[in-house]
């Protein structure tokens, strides 16, 4: 099990960028795979980026592929979603999420077994 803690959320004009970052505890960070889901009000939740454990495979969602990019540091139990040429519909809260093992199912939220509260992210028009 891990702790997930994301910080960096904001408020940004479109076309903006933020930063967001998952701070991780405990000693096996490197044996997750990463996600980052969001959800926006009335919306479900949504896969948008996920990453191996050695961040050597990515995967994203269509709509912020090109624009988003996901890393993470073993090292300093840190995983991190850059994201540049925001939008509007960006708008929403972003979460982190840990599953244990190879990146498997990596699209859907209910195969991660570790969250993070999220960090609300909202791009103006």
């Known amino acids: 099990q891990v702790q997930l803690v994301e910080s960096g959320g904001g408020l940004v004009q479109a076309g903006g960028s933020l930063r967001l970052s998952c701070a991780a505890s405990?000693?096996?960070?490197?044996?997750?795979?990463m996600g980052w889901f969001r959800q926006a009000p009335g919306k479900e939740r949504e896969f948008v980026a996920a990453?191996?454990?050695?961040?050597?495979?990515?995967a994203y969602a269509d709509s912020v592929k090109g624009r988003f990019t996901i890393s993470r540091d073993n090292a300093k139990n840190m995983a991190n979603l850059q994201m540049n040429s925001l939008k509007p519909e960006d708008t929403a809260v972003y979460y982190c999420?840990?599953?244990?093992?190879?990146?498997?199912?990596?699209?859907?939220?209910?195969?991660?077994?570790?969250w993070g509260r999220g960090a609300q992210v909202t791009v103006s028009s």
């Open positions: 990453a191996s454990v050695s961040g050597g495979f990515t």
């Open positions: 999420a840990a599953k244990y093992g190879a990146l498997v199912g990596w699209g859907t939220a209910d195969n991660y077994s570790d």
């Open positions: 405990g000693r096996t960070f490197s044996s997750y795979a």
